[in-house]
């Protein structure tokens, strides 16, 4: 077994960029190559701004190269926090936007010729009455209020057919979410932000930030000076503009990837080839790859520590799920950081008017950090609107500072707890 990532393994290699070696200008500094910053650097170039991304490690690295790939519609908050916080008239634009970054996906894989693997189809699963009853609520509200009709609710003996496992009650179908390769996805887009004009640099961590009309941005070789910078780093920022740190809480989720299936389980297990959620706070996702792998994520630590044996955690909930594949070898286990809000609804904001940044996907990254991308351009631009939309969210600094992870582990011990007796919604 290997720590690299499954899609390392199977995603053609991507040239290493050089390292900002020498003083440079532009108008635009994006720090980070995730998905957020590689979405904002294609934006900004393909605007006609001069455009500069600076990556701390390879591009790739971080959650954007080392997450599920798991697509689906709304935020990891719900829709009735937007409701409740911005109201409905926002609530509407808030949902419309994120259906918009789900067709920006397959807009980019088709204009940019992408090989991302992507496919149709996620499941909510229900593992219990009281979870069915939460997912009932909410297509009822997706299709009523947002006028949602791309979904559908699924019997226990449909969910059965559609995962191959016994144990969940129901789910509810997104036909037109799903899921993909998202490192493949990210170079892609790298490629295209190259191609309309962006710098890209690997190996070159950001050291100091000067704050001016000209921000001026240090790394251990060179120094950019950029009318307008975009910080991208999400759970990998650090400390690099304190006021924002404490708004996101870091968490280490562990993804693993077993050897091919037998193949006559092949055919059984996501037949229709959907991506699966359960509905527990602290949940399991899984789907199946190309090669026939069982791509199996929901270990996550809360504190900070790092993960023990998270391939032998993660082998009991794939038997859990699928009791056949309790001695199945796993040939590939990472993990990585997400960063979550206090609210769990993400967080944008600009500071001294030149400094924007966007982070706190809480779970739902894979479309929201293109979106967060595109509304940056926009607000640069000149109109901010839609990017001022999520700007004026309330979101909290989460409680104790440098200890906020050891407190967030303490609370979602309890939630755990209320999964584990189905009180979960």
């Known amino acids: 077994m290997t720590d690299a990532t499954y899609y390392h393994a199977i995603t053609p290699e991507f040239e290493k960029r050089p390292a900002l070696a020498d003083e440079i200008e532009a108008d635009v500094c994006v720090i980070g190559g995730g998905l957020t910053g590689i979405s904002a650097a294609l934006h900004f170039a393909e605007r006609g701004f001069d455009t500069v991304l600076l990556e701390a490690g390879r591009i790739g690295d971080g959650a954007s190269g080392r997450n599920g790939g798991q697509i689906c519609m709304g935020y990891s908050?719900?829709?009735?926090?937007?409701?409740?916080?911005?109201?409905?008239?926002?609530?509407?634009?808030?949902?419309?936007?994120?259906?918009?970054?789900?067709?920006?996906?397959?807009a980019r894989i088709e204009r940019h010729g992408i090989a991302a693997g992507y496919r149709r189809g996620y499941l909510h699963a229900a593992l219990n009455a009281r979870q069915l009853g939460g997912l009932e609520e909410m297509a009822e509200s997706w299709s009523g209020t947002y006028g949602f009709r791309d979904m559908k609710l699924l019997s226990r003996e449909e969910t059965a057919a559609a995962t191959?496992?016994?144990?969940?009650?129901?789910?509810?179908?997104?036909?037109?979410?799903?899921?993909?390769?998202?490192?493949?996805?990210?170079?892609?887009?790298a490629f295209a932000a190259e191609k309309a004009g962006a710098r890209l640099f690997e190996d070159s961590r950001v050291t100091g930030l000067a704050r001016g009309s000209r921000v001026a941005l240090e790394?251990?070789?060179?120094?950019?000076?950029?009318?307008?910078?975009?910080?991208?780093?999400?759970a990998y920022l650090g400390s690099l503009l304190p006021e924002i740190?404490?708004?996101?809480?870091?968490?280490?989720?562990?993804?693993?990837?077993?050897?091919?299936?037998?193949?006559?389980?092949?055919?059984?297990?996501?037949?229709?080839?959907?991506?699966?959620?359960?509905?527990?706070?602290?949940?399991?996702?899984?789907?199946?790859t190309p090669d026939n792998r069982l791509l199996f994520g929901g270990?996550?630590?809360?504190?900070?520590?790092?993960?023990?044996?998270?391939?032998?955690?993660?082998?009991?909930?794939?038997?859990?799920?699928?009791?056949?594949?309790?001695?199945?070898?796993?040939?590939?286990?990472?993990?990585?950081?997400?960063?979550?809000?206090?609210?769990?609804?993400?967080?944008?904001?600009?500071?001294?008017?030149?400094?924007?940044?966007?982070?706190?996907?809480?779970?739902?990254?894979?479309?929201?950090?293109?979106?967060?991308?595109?509304?940056?351009?926009?607000?640069?631009?000149?109109?901010?609107?839609?990017?001022?939309?999520?700007?004026?969210?309330?979101?909290?600094?989460?409680?104790?500072?440098?200890a906020r992870t050891a407190l967030l582990a303490l609370g979602m011990t309890w939630y755990k707890l209320r999964d584990l007796v189905g009180l979960s919604k």
């Open 164 to 189: 191959g496992s016994e144990i969940y009650r129901a789910a509810l179908l997104e036909q037109g979410s799903g899921h993909m390769n998202p490192l493949a996805y990210l170079r892609g887009l």
């Open 299 to 402: 270990l996550a630590s809360y504190s900070g520590r790092p993960l023990t044996n998270a391939a032998g955690a993660l082998r009991k909930k794939i038997a859990g799920v699928y009791p056949k594949l309790a001695e199945i070898d796993i040939d590939y286990c990472w993990s990585g950081k997400i960063a979550i809000t206090f609210t769990r609804m993400p967080d944008f904001g600009r500071i001294d008017g030149n400094i924007y940044y966007a982070q706190g996907y809480s779970g739902h990254g894979v479309a929201l950090t293109g979106l967060a991308g595109k509304l940056i351009a926009e607000a640069m631009a000149g109109d901010a609107e839609r990017f001022d939309l999520f700007a004026k969210l309330p979101n909290y600094r989460f409680p104790g500072g440098p």
């Open 219 to 234: 790394t251990e070789k060179g120094k950019v000076r950029a009318r307008q910078v975009v910080l991208a780093g999400n």
């Open 77 to 106: 908050c719900g829709m009735p926090v937007f409701e409740r916080t911005a109201g409905m008239e926002q609530a509407k634009i808030a949902w419309d936007m994120a259906s918009e970054a789900i067709g920006d996906i397959n």
């Open 245 to 288: 740190e404490y708004r996101i809480a870091p968490v280490l989720s562990a993804v693993a990837a077993t050897a091919p299936l037998p193949p006559e389980l092949t055919a059984r297990i996501l037949p229709g080839d959907e991506a699966v959620a359960d509905s527990n706070t602290a949940l399991n996702y899984f789907r199946k």
